[in-house]
């Protein structure tokens, strides 16, 4: 056994906490990178895909590294015990952001960066590594550093596709997502090379003369004289070259993390808590559904997984060719391996393919299934399936949730809390959403960490139920006729996709664009009369609202296909703010000055709310004071 053979340190600074935040004392930041090998025969790692087809060392051991960064106690042993890692998106680092309010930065070293210094003064080691081998750099953005696959030491070949939806018109776009490292198309005057255009997912194919368009010289950009146009799907499907072991990313957070608890002696660590937001929260679910979270040795790796803003998805991270960074949206990036039966925790018999499995069922039989919390916004029912997590597969019934997992929905809100306020435009028909949730994130850590360290339970799961009528199909949701506001008319949607007879087994893809089959059903939160929904954990802004707050937001005509969801956006829906201005452009939600006397008023029913959320352990009751601060801003702006 190896995992885990050297540790090299490059950087080792203290950081500046603020006033208060000394609980724990001082801490360092650990820059550096984490040098693996690991055995392809044992159990643990023939999960691994192409691990077969890897390079190895002379003890016949496959080597890879990944960057490191670390904040912990000067003093491991006055901290709390507890690790929180966060698997990093797209290479990024927001712990701070997400729960000390700082501001983002990829290398939080400044007073705003670091923030409140909550989490430091709760004693936590902050970690985070390089897990996915397609992120460029060199920089800020932790990297995963690879071997490639071969066949016997010959290239390996294999489909990849590539789409793309232009917001604004271009000549030139790469065929990896946004700005990652591609797989080259292997052969650029291959014949079969296709790139086709439609204007909706579900709309025909039409097929780009091959004299119109041609590749760069590194085969890694399609270029078009006439431009692409904005709102408009294009695809590329091609022949690509040398895949990547992408496995070795879930490999690398498990023998990390397991190497932390193993040497608890000098690292004091106890416990280990795993947060994902969004691409990593599907992540996450992935790590668990191939039994990462049992370590070579057998043993627990995460006494604690939180999936933020995943929804009901996995993704590519475990397979040949994969693309980690494509995901799946409402109108981006489709039909890649994301939305894959199984969605819930426990085993369910699919009815379109018949067969029968959970997400945990591999770590339940090994008996590493960690506690689970997933956390969910507005903007995951409508554009992530996120009801899919907790219905039976065919949307009829409930489905029960296991006793160590909650479920939180978020109620009115978007794919990341809202760190802005007033809240903008962003190439959407409505202002952004301004819901920010982070301080129930605050409250929900402490709740996590309280559960794996005594065992003492969390709050409830709240989450919309068919059973009382609080998840609706799209045509059942209520929401008012707003002047100016459309309801969206088409949602994500889920499907029963055929990737090729190896996938499911071998992680091979020999079907591209993937052979569509029957939908999965997707519910929706229903709303009160103001639009607001009417249930999961609502935020003091939406108990005492000012605003409706969806997650939700159309694109503007200016990006084109102004009929589908902007990605990750919510809106916010300002109330009139007298009767007279509700009257006069026909709003049906009763104005500010009909529901509340005055400043003071509104308040005082806000810290009603705040006591409440905090009663059921939603928000810390230390926190009361500075989120009454924040309702008080947004009821300044509404009102001036």
Known sequence: ???????????????ALPAGAAGAGPYERIVGKVHFAVDPKLPANRLISDIDLAPRNAQGLVEFSADLYLFQPKDPARGNGTVLFQVGNRGRKDLLVL??????????????????????????TLAWIGWQFDIPGPGELLQLHVPRATDGGRPITGLVRADFVPDERSTQIYVADRNHVAYPVANPDDPSLTLTVRDRRDAPRTIIPRANWSLDAKRENIVMAAGFEPGKIYELVYQGRNPALVGLGPTAVRDFISHLKQNRATSHIERAIAIGSSQTGR???????????????GAPVFDGIWSHVAGAGRGSFNHRFAQPSRDARPYFNFLYPTDLFPFTDAPQTDPITGLTDGLLDRAEKSGTAPRMFYTNGAYEYYGRAASLIHTSVDGARDFPVRDRTRIY???GSQHGPA????????????????????????????????????????????????ADGKLVPLSAVKFPAIPGVK????????????????????????????KVGPKYPVLLPQVDADGNEASGLRMPWLQVPLATYTGWNLRAPAVGAPEE????????????????????SGDPRPSIAERYQGRDDYLERVRSSIQGLAAGKYLLENDAAAIAEMAGLQWDWWTK
């Open 487 to 514: 309801f969206p008319a088409r949602i994500h949607e889920v499907f029963d996709l055929d990737l090729g007879p190896d996938f499911r087994s071998k992680g091979i893809v020999s079907i591209e664009p993937a």
């Open 283 to 297: 992540f996450l679910r992935t790590f668990l559904y191939f039994n990462f979270n049992q370590d070579e040795k």
């Open 409 to 411: 929905f978020v109620a």
């Open 1 to 15: 056994m190896a995992g885990v053979v050297r540790v090299e340190v490059t950087e080792r600074t203290d950081v």
């Open 419 to 466: 760190t802005a306020f007033p809240p903008p435009l962003a190439g959407t028909q409505n202002l952004a959403n301004s819901n920010d949730y982070r301080w129930a994130m605050r409250a929900l850590l402490v709740a996590m960490n309280n559960w794996i360290t005594s065992g003492a339970e969390p709050p409830a799961s709240v989450y919309p139920r068919l």
């Open 99 to 124: 729960f000390n309010r700082g501001a983002v930065s990829n290398d939080p070293r400044t007073p705003a960066e670091i923030g409140d210094g909550f989490l430091f003064d709760r004693g936590y």
């Open 565 to 584: 969801l902007f990605s990750f956006v919510g809106s916010t829906l300002p109330f009139a703010k007298t009767k007279a201005e509700r009257e006069k």
